[in-house]
């Protein structure tokens, strides 16, 4: 952590949440900007693949910025549930250490509402963990559906509200826009 930032840092919690596209990728320009201060950023991501190798996994290698994708992928066939339970009790580990070791100025915790959300996570964890951070740590949260508590204790909440979306047109899944 940068001491020079810390001193003057009051820690939010940020949740960007809703129905609309723009959640994950809100959140990675926050990143930016902190990287651009110098700050040490981290994103875990708790349901994408590393093998996805997304824009912002390739983005993250070249700028030398910490992001782990843990997950087990996006379908909701029984086997990817099992897969993804799993390897948020593993993610999750990493996370409490990263958000308490006070070696982040930003964590992102990148779809953390689904592992809640099926019951993987209680949110008095989630809770418990974000209460006893360092108080300069800023933790961004994304997903849909985030329960009433965490909504709560967050700073600001952002909630993306769909209008339009190009997928419902049937254009598919664009590199640089959707991955
Ligand atoms: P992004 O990662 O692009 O910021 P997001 O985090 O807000 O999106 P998720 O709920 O994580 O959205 O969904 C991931 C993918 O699903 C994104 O590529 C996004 O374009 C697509 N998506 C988001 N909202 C919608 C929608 N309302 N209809 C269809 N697809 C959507
Ligand atoms: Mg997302």
């Given at each position: 952590?940068?001491?020079?930032i810390?001193?003057?840092?009051?820690?939010?919690?940020?949740?960007n949440?809703?129905?609309?596209?723009?959640?994950t990728?809100?959140?990675l320009?926050?990143?930016?900007?902190?990287?651009?201060?110098?700050?040490?950023?981290?994103?875990?991501?708790?349901?994408?693949r590393?093998?996805?190798?997304?824009?912002?996994?390739?983005?993250?290698?070249?700028?030398?910025?910490?992001?782990?994708?843990?997950?087990?992928?996006?379908t909701?066939?029984?086997?990817?549930?099992?897969?993804?339970?799993?390897?948020?009790?593993?993610?999750?580990?990493?996370?409490?250490?990263?958000?308490?070791s006070?070696?982040?100025?930003?964590?992102v915790?990148?779809?953390?509402?689904?592992?809640?959300?099926y019951?993987?996570?209680?949110v008095?964890?989630?809770?418990?963990?974000?209460?006893?951070?360092?108080?300069?740590?800023h933790?961004?949260?994304?997903?849909?559906?985030?329960?009433?508590?965490?909504?709560?204790?967050a700073?600001?909440?952002?909630?993306?509200?769909?209008?339009?979306?190009?997928?419902?047109?049937?254009?598919?899944?664009?590199?640089?826009?959707?991955?």
């Amino acid at each position: 952590m940068k001491t020079d930032i810390s001193r003057a840092t009051k820690g939010l919690i940020i949740i960007n949440t809703g129905k609309g596209k723009g959640k994950t990728t809100a959140a990675l320009g926050l990143m930016l900007r902190a990287w651009g201060h110098g700050m040490n950023v981290v994103m875990l991501q708790f349901i994408k693949r590393a093998s996805a190798n997304c824009g912002e996994h390739r983005a993250a290698q070249k700028m030398g910025v910490e992001l782990v994708a843990g997950g087990a992928g996006f379908t909701r066939s029984e086997r990817s549930l099992d897969a993804n339970k799993l390897l948020t009790g593993q993610l999750w580990k990493t996370a409490k250490e990263k958000v308490t070791s006070g070696d982040y100025d930003m964590v992102v915790l990148d779809e953390l509402s689904y592992p809640l959300r099926y019951g993987w996570l209680t949110v008095e964890e989630v809770l418990d963990v974000l209460r006893n951070r360092p108080p300069a740590v800023h933790v961004v949260i994304t997903g849909r559906d985030v329960p009433g508590e965490l909504i709560e204790m967050a700073d600001m909440v952002t909630e993306m509200g769909e209008v339009k979306h190009h997928l419902k047109k049937g254009i598919k899944a664009q590199p640089g826009i959707e991955f």
